[in-house]
């Protein structure tokens, strides 16, 4: 089976999350909402567990103190989530972050680093069962039997060179010791640390040390509009090595390429509900802003605006979207633009359409031979790729070579393919 888990990083994702449990196989929780809201979020995943018997994970976001100070506030204190988060860890993390600017492990005692992690580990472990015996018990009897997470995620370090290993396997070595169920570490990485053989092999190592059978894998900065065919052929080969050294990696954010990696040994990939197909690590303090709609176009495996996506459907004249939830809620393409103009939900809509679009792939993937796979992305681009140049409203930086790119790199690695 290949394993999609949808990202829980938001109260807006709740729709989707609850919309849509036919259509993923786990989720997994930001660390610091389920901190800020430790009631409802250990409500939902009970509901999850007996409803679906929905699987999850807890994302520790321990890596976001690495560098810069876009967790703080203007006047330097924690913003309220992290806050929370912090707070729920405690020290020695709690005391490091009053003292110093950033909590990143190459600049921290080993002692320090293994207690944090013990820590993030008792979280992930303890705290929605906690909660739930303390809410829903004062109420009624709750059976929390089973209702902890399918694997902990150890306090991932960013690796962009050699020296950034060694925090790691501190890391690892503390979690492994301390975790009551399996181990899943997230190997964190750069396109410029896996473009070395020797690098990438490094990390087959560190994954390959502990006896795991599964692991994370997250490259930053893997977008399909500005990634090179070298770097993901450098990906397919970490893949490939990871599945070949006895590690079923899989993606910690992945677009529809990282499906097609499932011939290459990939698990799994994750995503959010929108906007999570890919990650950068933000160090500089923003104003945060409103998600724009966007429609998730199947064709092209990509989102477009939703006045482009609606162009674009009706450029190829295409038939309205077989999913349930375009069926349900859209009579044709320009009834999504009339929803634009007056409906609140719409979000909610454009959410679980690419939930429904992203279970269909992991389920082609399985299905598909490789050359099926890849004959069908090359019949899409020679099909579409027309019709996208003339759209008028799809902007111009926003080209479509992503997808040659895919076909040219999965080719060159066919031998690997299963």
Known sequence: MFETTLRYNSPNNKHAVEGELARFDSVIIDGKMLAHSSKAIPQLIYKLRNERSIQYYVEPVLSQFRKGNDFRYADGTLKSWHEKYVQEIGDPLKEHLRSET???????????????TLSSVVFQEEF?????????????????????????????????????????RTILEAAVEESTVPIKPCIHTTKQFIRDTSNRTSLAELATAYDLDECFLLVEDLGKHSTFESTYKNVIDL?????????????????????????????????????????????????QSGMLNRYFVDQIKDFLKVP??????????????????????????????????????LMNHLQKHYVECRWRHARQVEEDSFSEAVGKLRSDFKDYVEDYSKARQISPNKDFQ?????????????????
């Not at 790119?405 to 066919?414: G, Y």
Request: one cysteine or more; a negative charge.
């Open 102 to 116: 950033n909590a990143d492990p190459r600049r921290m005692e080993e002692d320090k680093i293994r207690d944090i």
């Open 239 to 287: 893949v490939y090595d990871l599945s070949a050294a006895g590690v079923e990696p899989h993606f910690f954010y992945g677009d529809y390429f990282s499906n097609m990696l499932s011939y290459f040994g990939l698990g799994g990939t994750t995503y959010g509900v929108m906007y999570g197909e890919e990650y950068s690590e933000s160090t500089e303090r923003t104003e």
């Open 402 to 418: 992503y997808m040659p790119r895919w076909i040219n790199v999965l080719e060159d690695r066919a031998e690997l393919a299963d």
């Open 308 to 345: 482009a996506a609606v162009e674009f459907m009706q450029r190829i004249d295409a038939d309205m979207c077989e999913c349930d939830v375009c069926q349900r809620s859209f009579e044709d393409w320009q009834d999504i633009i009339r929803h634009q103009e007056s409906d609140e939900a």
């Open 128 to 168: 929605i069962k906690n909660r739930v015996e303390e809410e829903s018990g004062k109420y009624e009897e709750v059976d929390t039997d089973g209702l902890l997470p399918k694997a902990v995620i150890p306090w991932h370090h960013r690796i962009n060179e050699a020296e950034d290993l060694a925090p790691n």
